[in-house]
């Protein structure tokens, strides 16, 4: 089988930047399907958990802030084995304690996924490293597959916790022991994280002085962005906007509210996100081709808007099977705009500050995500509102949607310039 044209030429720290989120994001998955089962089953009330969840994402981003703007200067693979540690060590203390605010000084200090999805300072490192070692013309592919493997990473993760806990489940362990197993399983693979991390070349490091003044003036906030500045400041408002949306329906609480409304368990949960994220990840190298014939905008929005409103749909299903359908039919076009978007960060920004960029962008996107939790914890403790998420998350992405076409759908990345 031959290889796609735009991975023939990656370099190993490329295959190996690849290989680290596939890792990652299997953690994320994993710890994603059992993360509020375990809280609720260890003594948090339903608002205590989403305290506790927002909590974990302002602090990802503090994480993510602080590494990110010293990667360059200090050393990437420096800053991504550091992540890599504080990963392992939040796991071992949500594993080992019932203390509400030991989980919080983990949740905040270290890297905790409540989502399935990227947090922290990888992504924008590992990214910013990519599209060094691409062209203009397959950086979109090389970022499809690069978010491919992490969908099925993620698909894997879930499917492998709610297969597992299940089984244990029925033979030796109590539900809360079984969830604790997948946590585990989280600090386990963050000590595999940094290992990996470890074997990055100095090929993988800013190489340029140009780069090591913007990561070093980043510090004191968005002035390390020169040129870059005003386009970084509205796709960082705009993401932040998108996130905020889309983290009252994170996995973990998506999954949860599966068990309210229909009393799924966590094995079949994972069944139900590994088939998901599967789906997810293969319209990723999709929307690589739909990007090269009509632009990296138009295809965001395109397929992004009918994602949201499927998203709406969800809960007005009135049979298990129906609202599955829906989510995987809106999992199955939801993730194209996920490697376009950061091809489009990538291409619009100088490419002595895309780490910057893209550092920056990513900790909007926490940060709009780290304060849906809060309110989505009072919700699920009351029955009537266990469905707003879904309503407030299609209608703020929406809104996204609109806007994002709006303010940049004449801001062309070169490769569209030269057709």
């Known amino acids: 089988m031959t290889l796609p044209i735009a991975l023939q030429h990656l370099t190993r720290d ?6 680290t989120r596939f890792v990652r994001l299997f953690a994320y998955g994993a710890l994603s399907v059992v993360l509020v089962f375990y809280l609720v089953g260890i003594g948090l009330s339903q608002p205590q958990t989403g305290m506790l969840l927002t909590l974990t994402l302002v602090g990802d981003t503090v994480v993510s802030l602080y590494l990110t703007t010293r990667a360059d200067r200090i050393g990437r693979r420096r800053m991504l084995i550091v992540g890599a540690v504080l990963m392992a060590v939040a796991g071992l203390v949500f594993a080992s304690t ?3 605010w030991l989980l919080v000084l983990a949740g905040t200090v270290g890297v905790i996924s409540p989502s399935g999805n990227e947090v922290g300072p990888f992504l924008p490192i590992e990214q910013a490293a990519l599209s060094h070692v691409v062209t203009d013309r397959t950086r979109t592919e090389v970022l499809a597959w690069y978010t491919l493997a992490g969908s099925f990473a993620t698909a894997l993760g879930a499917l492998a916790a709610g297969s597992a806990t299940r089984v244990l489940q029925t033979t030796v362990m109590t539900p809360v022991s079984s969830y604790r197993m997948a946590v585990l399983l989280y600090a386990a693979l963050g000590v ?3 290992v990996l991390f470890s074997r990055l070349s100095r090929a993988a490091e800013a190489t340029t002085l140009g ?3 913007t990561f070093q003036a980043t510090f004191a906030g968005l002035s390390g962005l020169d040129q870059s500045r005003n386009v970084v400041v509205k796709l960082s408002a705009l993401f932040a906007l998108d996130s905020f949306g889309g983290g009252f329906v994170i996995q973990s609480f998506a999954a949860y509210w599966f068990y309210l409304r229909f009393g799924v368990d966590p094995g079949t949960l994972g069944a139900i996100f590994f088939w998901a994220n599967i789906f997810a990840g293969i319209s990723a190298l999709l929307a690589s081709r739909l990007a090269s014939r009509y632009g990296l905008i138009k295809t965001m929005v395109a397929t992004h ?10 809960p007005l299903m009135p049979t298990l099977s129906l609202a599955v359908l829906v989510l995987l039919v809106r999992f199955s076009i939801s993730q194209m705009d996920v490697p376009t978007r950061q091809s489009y960060i990538m291409a619009v920004v100088s490419p002595d500050e895309r780490a910057a960029a893209a550092g920056i962008t990513g900790v909007a996107r926490t940060l709009g995500a780290a304060v849906s939790p809060l309110f989505v914890g009072f919700m699920f403790a ?5 469905n707003l998420p879904f309503f407030i998350a299609g209608t703020l992405k929406i809104t996204y949607d609109l806007l994002l076409y709006r303010a ?10 030269q057709r």
């Open 14 to 19: 490329g295959w190996l930047l690849i290989a």
């Open 98 to 100: 019932k203390n509400l």
């Open 192 to 194: 595999i994280l940094a």
């Open 211 to 213: 780069q090591k003044r």
């Open 305 to 314: 808007l009918p994602s949201n409103i499927l998203l709406i749909l969800v």
């Open 382 to 386: 009351r029955p009537a509102l266990i």
């Open 408 to 417: 940049f759908v004449s801001v062309r990345p070169p490769e569209e310039m």
